[in-house]
């Protein structure tokens, strides 16, 4: 294609939010540009939103759906914080997404959507483009229906089908416009459409038609690009944390030398770990979709009876669903990972939006003397090892774990620097087959060092045992009312996760360690809290951060951490739940910087306050 | 299921631990009729787990000297799903009682028929709380006075045989705590099925509900109120069988046997594949008061989701080949930096 009449500027990132109807295909869209930049070699990172509707009634403000992609030529943590460039596809989704767009930032509208029905729909009095507003952001207007109609004449398509594919028109004005190749998206649509060609070829000239209008018109001619990234070297795939998550379920089974069972109820956003595993049955993974949360968690301790490396999966009402099955598996002291990806609560809350308000209930969210750890990913790519852990601990110490994700890690991507597989460490386990005293089997006597019980699996002849939700006497394992022995078992249950402790990564201390100021966070606040030090250590503002992984227990040096510093401040997508545990458990007089609103931290919004806190 | 037929002596499956039932509970018989069939069943004690919930008849795992998990209140099918998908070659056993199956428990347990989990399911039905120390249940009778219910429980009782062949049980019977020979029986047919089996076994609890089952054990009674089903016999009762089932447009009814024509009297037939029959079947009764049918009341094949479950895993190995975690995590295609 003519590249000569245009002029290409090269600038370090951009933010692109995709907008539009949840039936326009945004995600999609964005997805696709996604990988096309991944491939090329950028950085970046995604943020998916979508109404928890599946289709909201159309050209409505709660029908729209969006796609933010930062993608920059250095080493990025975040999805960026306000767009660059804003696609709107209808009048509600300018209307949704304009008061984020950063100021003199390209905004791209479907002209051929502002009818006055739409914009009448979407809340506006009178029409947006003739009210002043959007001045003060360069607009251009697109005609994508009347391009797509054009486009797509020659084709024997249904009028419906055909303006399906406008999202393919607006993916190549954009891809015109940002200098990407239309081959990786073109080899998609060949390969999606394999049984249909001729919807194949009617989306790739879509495509191409988004394209050459932005060879045709002259507003388009200034183009941009971002140049690769210097990433450490290595071989990269692009990764959403519920993918990077099943996979890290995966290899650890492989490497625990187990099968892998996954017992799960349909529940957004963790849906898509029941979906990812059940692809996979040729590394024997076994995937249950149960009738109910209970049923998940209760087949997943039958699972891990049997000898499987066990996990249910679900999202904050779910858990509280399978509260009472975990509390089992925490007394008959069996290995089971419960994944819980969070969202807005209570009740069904903002199934579609990130929150990070289950820590408590992941703590403490079960009746009785109940601890048990609790582990938590702070990015897509970092799923896969926070999975990895949490199924390491599991099986280690024959205990549930809580594997944390949220609704930000889940659906969002990021490249991700492929480990070599050999590396990852084997996973011991407690599997026992022969008797383990003269006498006979005793089914709760303890590993000396991690107080693990042996794991005695259905089908070993002479270590036939008995286990339940009833106290069990140390050793024997049989039921048990002695005063003497529930004291000792609670505190030998506590003291097993406790010692953890020791065995578990110490906390880091990222940025300037010679600060006053140490931010503390946990999850998916990592990349907004580790982009806002860097900025601030760049400004030559004096702050520290570091992350936890584990919550439960903290790592054995964290005291000494938060010792080196005056002040403690800690982010977080709740009202204070770290930060209650922290003052609790160091004694220090730690600040929160808290929001519940259904969305991530910006880095700016943290660079701002957390800046204004060591100034006051 | 191990190649060579293993037998045992009854007290090779009784466990160390002391029996802790109420004296002259239903729950002894049972123990024992499920022992003494165990010790001839030819499975190896090590492959046989048993899988309880909560109540009374949900201790039963503790005093079997097989492998074991006593869960929580309702549970037991979802945990016994779990171990038969995860080890098909288990010989599974579920022990439950009427209110941890069909009241806490019921969404397990129709799920659980409904896909034909390799698992065998044993549910006592005392019409009563015991262990809590006596509500009504979810089989107590109309009108039941107990402690939660001092004027009469206004609740219409499930019928768990009606309720089992609507949640598409694959093998259906009953049998009652005093019968040896009919639970060793029944218990024999359920092994050899493919599949779930729902057993209810009537159960006295002389505490809370003593003689619920009165009609059928006493000597006075039972020959006019058990209707015994026998696959590929007339279903004639009572006094020199004096009584007969026909099926009438598809309805089970009583008759005096003398009253009809001896082709009319239905002939059992375990395997019928329509449930109807076997469903009219079970509304002959509605609890154990007058002419009550005991017995295997469907028996049929289906495969099994413990096996399905395999087959696919096989299939995509065979199609895929063995998982090989480098090429998983290249599945989504890659880009070097160099």
Redesign the interface.
Known sequence: MSTENKTVESIPAITIRFAGDSGDGMQLVGTRFT?TS??F?NDLATLPAFPAEIRAPQGTIAGVSSFQVQIADFDILTPGDNPDVLVAMNPAALKAHLHDLAPNGMLILNEDAFEEKNITKAGYKVDPRESGELDGYRVFQVPMEKLTKEALEEFDLPGRAVLRSKNMVALGLISWTFNRPLEDTENWINNKFSKLPEIAKANIKALKTGYNFGITVEAFHHTYVVE?AA?????????NGN?GLS?GL??AA?KANL?L?Y?SYPITPASDILHELSK???????T?Q???E??AA???????????L?VTGTSGPGLALKS??IS?ALS?ELPLVIVNVQRGGPSTGLPTKPEQSDLMFALYGRHGESPLPVVAAKSPSHAFYAAYEASRIALKYMTPVILLSDNYVATGSEPW???N?EELNELETNIITKLNTEDGFLPFLRNVDTFARPWAL?????????????EKEEGTG??SYDAANHQYMTDMRAWKVSNIANDIDKLEIHGDETADTLVLGWGSTYGGITQAVNRLNEKGVKVASAHFVHLNPFPDNTLEVISKFKQVIIPELNTGQLLKLVREAFLVDARGINKVSGEPFTAQELTDKIEAIINE | MSKIPVTYKRTDLQSDQEVKWCPGCGDYTILASVQNFMAEMGISKEKIVFVSGIGCAARFPYYMNTYGVHSIHGRAPAVATGVSVSNPDLSVWVVSGDGDALSIGGNHLIHALRKNVNIKILMFNNQIYGLTKGQYSPTSEEGKKTKSSPFGSVEMPLNPMSLAIGAEATFVARSIDMDRDLTAGILEEAKNHKGSAFVEIYQNCNVFNDKAFEQLTNKETKVANRINLVHGEKTVFGEDGHKAVVIRNGIAQIVDTKDVDESEIYVHNIHEENPSIAFSLSRLSHGPYGPTPLGVFRKVQRDTFTEEVHDQIDNAKEQKGEGELDKLIRSLGTWDVS
């Open positions: 990988d991944a491939v070699g690769k990433l450490p070297a290595g071989e990269y795939t692009n990764i993918i996979w995966i290899a492989k099968d069972f017992g996979h049955k040729n590394f024997n993974v076994i249950f149960a009738e109910d209970i049923a209760a087949a997943s301790v039958g699972a891990s009876f049997t000898g499987k066990a009472e099955t089992l008959a620097n492929l480990p597989t259905p089908g070993t002849p002479g270590l036939e045992y008995r286990v339940g939700g009833l049989n039921v």
